[in-house]
């Protein structure tokens, strides 16, 4: 009988789907866990995700200092009150003020954030002025909010032409697209997604500690990659092949898998 118990026990941590991931809290999804913190809305912040409302005194409270880069974009900060960053329990239920931040370009999400710090690629950001925009969430994927409204911070910034320097809109000279840096990596993976299928099919790609690995995604809906782990993003358009680069300094099996639509591109292996 105890046999028995330890073995239903040791089944439920894996949660049904059985496969636990380096983001997600085991046996949870991207889809919103029950909690009791705050009044959950009707309303949502316009991207599907429900508003959670706490009381002004005390909410969470969120600034965003963009800090041009000496090489390339944006160095962007975070200053939060009574907010802690938990990536650990991404996918959870909502606890009292924590969880993590979502980066937008003119009402666009660019990149989940996990952090006080973010560096924003000047290739990420078209010519002229727009507005970024910081969001916080629950680590349910609802969205912090008072009197209805979500909880953000928000700062200008002006990109110019490639080749021009800063001067007051605050921006280095423009790197190339991320796209046409993939002969800089060790090794190269091309993944196309199409009609919720991914192609080639999942599998392990092996690495190096200290490599640098190009993943070129073109998918037929927008989304965003993300490379668990690693906690590292990029915005796929639509139609058009999306390549983040990234050196793997720390060994593991690290997936790498779409947001909206929940599909693993493929798998990481550092050695």
């Known amino acids: 009988m105890l046999a028995l118990v330890l073995l239903l026990a040791g089944g439920a941590a894996t949660g049904c789907g059985g496969r636990a991931t ?18 959950l ?14 009381p002004a005194e005390g909410a969470p409270e969120v600034e965003l200092t963009a800090r041009p880069d000496s090489e390339d974009g944006w160095n962007l900060q975070l200053a939060v009150k009574n907010y802690r960053f938990t ?3 991404t996918g959870g239920g909502a606890l009292p003020g924590a969880g993590h931040a979502h980066l937008l370009l003119d009402g666009n999400k660019l990149a989940r954030l996990y952090g ?10 078209p010519e002229g002025a727009h ?15 008072v009197a209805g409204k979500p909880i953000e911070g928000s700062a200008q910034l002006t990109a110019a032409a490639p080749g021009q320097t800063g001067g007051h809109s605050h921006t280095p000279p423009t790197s190339p697209p991320t796209s046409q840096a993939a002969p800089e990596a ?25 490599e640098r690995v190009a993943l ?3 998918s037929d809906r927008a989304d965003t990659l993300h490379v668990h782990g690693y906690d590292k993003e990029l915005r796929l358009p ?10 793997v300094d720390r060994t593991g099996l690290f997936e790498v898998e779409t947001h909206e639509s929940g599909l693993v591109l493929t798998q990481l292996l550092v050695r």
């Open 22 to 39: 380096t983001h997600h809290k085991p046996g949870t999804s991207h889809e919103q866990a029950s909690g009791s913190v705050g009044t």
């Open 41 to 54: 809305l009707t309303a949502d912040d316009g991207a599907g995700h429900r508003l959670r409302e706490v």
């Open 87 to 89: 990536p650990d329990s």
């Open 116 to 125: 006080p710090w973010f560096h924003l690629p000047a290739a990420q950001v």
């Open 131 to 145: 507005t970024l925009t910081v969001r916080l969430y629950a680590d349910d994927h609802t969205a912090w909010a």
């Open 186 to 210: 060790d090794r190269t993976v091309t993944v196309t997604v199409r009609d919720g299928k991914v192609s080639p099919a999942p599998a392990r790609t092996e690495l190096r500690r200290g």
């Open 216 to 218: 070129r995604v073109t």
């Open 238 to 247: 639509a139609g058009q092949e999306a390549t983040l680069i990234l050196t």
